[in-house]
Nanobody, 125 residues
Framework: VQLVQFGGGLVQAGGSLNLSCAASGNTANIHVIKWYRQTPGNERQFVAEMTIDSGSTKYDYSVKRRFTISRAGVPDTVFLQMNRLKPEDTAMYYC???????????????????WGQGTQVTVSS
C-alpha cells in the first residue's frame, strides 16, 4: 500500500484548505485511515479518522465541527476538509492507514501501518 498526499499550503486564519490522501496498491484490506499532525519538537497528534467499512468518523475535540473527513472510492482517496482554520492548526499533516492482514485458518489479523509523506499547512494570523 502506498499513500500519497496532496494539498496543504499557506492560508489566512479563517480560511479553508483541503488535503487528500490517495491510496494505491493492495488496498482491499485497509480498515481505517487517519489524519495526524505534527509541529516541531512534538509528537504526532491525532486529528481525524474514518473507518472504511462503516464510514464512521472520529475527530479530535480541537478540530470537531471545523474539519471533515470524507472519502471517494473504497478507500482510494480520503479527504480532510479544513474550515475556519486557526494559527494553531499550523503543522505538518500526515495520513495513516491500517491494513488488516488475515491468514486462512488463522483467527485474527496482523495490522500493518502506512504513512503518507506529509504536507505542510501554515495558517497566518
Amino acid at each position: 500500500v502506498q499513500l500519497v498526499q496532496f494539498g496543504g499550503g499557506l492560508v489566512q486564519a479563517g480560511g479553508s484548505l483541503n488535503l487528500s490522501c490517495a491510496a494505491s496498491g493492495n488496498t482491499a484490506n485497509i480498515h481505517v485511515i487517519k489524519w495526524y499532525r505534527q509541529t516541531p519538537g512534538n509528537e504526532r497528534q491525532f486529528v481525524a479518522e474514518m473507518t472504511i467499512d462503516s464510514g464512521s468518523t472520529k475527530y479530535d475535540y480541537s478540530v470537531k465541527r471545523r474539519f471533515t473527513i470524507s472519502r471517494a472510492g473504497v478507500p482510494d482517496t480520503v479527504f480532510l476538509q479544513m474550515n475556519r482554520l486557526k494559527p494553531e492548526d499550523t503543522a505538518m499533516y500526515y495520513c495513516h492507514a491500517e491494513e488488516r492482514r488475515y491468514r486462512a485458518g488463522v483467527t485474527g489479523y496482523i495490522p500493518v501501518y502506512y504513512w503518507g509523506q506529509g504536507t505542510q499547512v501554515t495558517v497566518s494570523s
